[in-house]
Each structure stands twice: as structure tokens, then as C-alpha cells.
């Protein structure tokens, strides 16, 4: 079975700081996406990376493959309370094996 | 351009009832996919449709679940009777294409939240 676990789990973070979510498996994958997730509404597509070591920039939001290609991360910048959301990473496989997520709170 | 549709966006049943969720996909594209999300968990894949033929229908329950996608455009998935552990929200997604090369963008629709208590 296939499983992607994203850590932390939730962070609670003030405007303006920088932080870091992971999404880490034991499984290759052929590419991943990240997606942000507002209550109420259905996941957004924010990036897919494809090559391991593979490094996008979104703005303020920064993906990086690894480069076995098991993992990826998610770096955000100077983050602002707009940045608030689930935060979650899947997996290509045939399918999308999705992560549980991490919960982002960014505090004016 | 519309975005994915689906009803209700929120139901609450007993448990042993049934119930039903209505989904329409952004027009033309091919590929349908019913999630089920769990508090506190990330979507996980039910039912996969290309036009209007089964994909990939290994994590549905099919002793209580069942999906339909007859004219190969709206969607209607049925939970027939309904356990305590089937809350959950469950969305819809639509792509242009498959999921061949893992490089197509699915849209999500805003899901029907469901309680059963």
C-alpha cells in the first residue's frame, strides 16, 4: 500500500514568518501535486513537479521534488493570513494517493 | 467557465438509510472521480470513470456503494444502507483526460458533507 504522511500535522504560524511542510513515502511516484484545500471547498491544484530534484516557484511558495522522487516539500515565504488552508500532497500512481495534510493557520 | 457541480452540499441521514450525490463535471472532460474525505484525512479515490465505463473501482465498497455514469457526463453515487463510519465529505472531480501520464489537472467540486448519525 502505497502512503504519503505529511508533517507537521498543523502549525500555527505568525504573518510574516517563513515555514516548511514535508510529504515523505517510501514509494517512488512518477510526479506529485500539491494542493490547497479552503473549508467548504474542494481541493486546488497549486503545482505538479516531475523530475526528481525538480525545484517550481508559485510567488511566495516553493516545491521541491526530491530526487528519488519519494518525497517533495513545501516552503512558504513571508507567509500571509491568505495563506491559511489545508496544505495537502499526492501522489501519481495510476491514481492520486493523497497525504492527510497539513492544517495552516498563519495569525495577523 | 463552470466549475464542477454537485448536490446537496449538505446531508444528514440515520444510519441504515441511503442516500444519493449528484455530480456534474466542467464540459468535455472525459474523466470522473468520486473522493471520499474523511475528518482530518486527505481525499482517498472511490470510483474512477473514463466516459461513461469503470476505470478504477478497487476502494469502493461495493456492498453498500455504488456509482453510475450512464450518458458519460453527470455522475449520481448511491451509499445503500449507510454506516455511522461513511460521514464523511465526499467530492467530485472531473479531468480532460486521464490520469495516464500524471500530468492532468483534476477539478474538484465543493463536495456534499454528510453526517450520519
Known amino acids: 500500500t502505497q502512503l504519503l504522511e505529511q508533517s507537521p500535522q498543523f502549525l500555527s504560524i505568525q504573518e510574516g514568518e517563513n515555514l516548511t511542510v514535508y510529504c515523505n513515502s517510501s514509494s517512488v511516484f512518477s510526479s506529485l501535486q500539491w494542493y490547497r484545500q479552503e473549508p467548504g471547498e474542494g481541493p486546488v491544484l497549486l503545482v505538479t513537479v516531475v523530475t526528481g530534484g525538480e525545484v517550481k516557484k508559485l510567488k511566495r511558495l516553493t516545491f521541491q521534488f526530491g530526487d528519488a522522487r519519494k518525497d517533495s516539500s513545501l516552503h512558504i515565504t513571508a507567509a500571509q493570513t491568505g495563506d491559511t488552508g489545508l496544505y495537502l500532497c499526492?501522489?501519481?500512481?495510476?491514481?492520486?494517493?493523497f497525504g492527510s495534510g497539513t492544517r495552516l493557520l498563519v495569525r495577523p | 467557465e463552470a466549475g464542477v457541480a454537485q448536490s446537496p452540499r449538505y446531508k444528514i441521514i440515520e444510519k441504515r438509510q441511503s442516500v444519493a450525490f449528484w455530480c456534474n463535471p466542467i464540459?468535455?472532460?472525459?474523466?470522473l472521480y468520486w473522493y471520499q474525505q474523511i475528518l482530518g484525512q486527505g481525499p482517498k479515490l472511490l470510483i474512477q470513470?473514463?466516459?461513461?465505463?469503470?476505470?478504477?473501482d478497487s476502494q469502493l465498497p461495493k456492498d453498500r456503494f455504488s456509482a453510475e455514469r450512464l450518458k458519460g457526463v453527470d455522475s449520481t453515487l448511491k451509499i445503500q444502507p449507510a454506516k455511522l463510519e461513511d460521514s464523511a465529505v465526499y467530492l467530485c472531480?472531473?479531468?480532460?483526460?486521464?490520469?495516464?501520464?500524471?500530468?492532468?489537472?483534476?477539478?474538484f467540486g465543493p463536495g456534499t458533507r454528510l453526517t450520519v448519525l
Open positions: 499526492a501522489g501519481a500512481s495510476g491514481k492520486l494517493i
Open positions: 470513470f473514463q466516459n461513461n465505463g469503470v476505470v478504477d
Open positions: 464540459s468535455g472532460h472525459a474523466t
Open positions: 472531480a472531473s479531468s480532460f483526460k486521464g490520469f495516464i501520464h500524471s500530468y492532468n489537472e483534476q477539478f
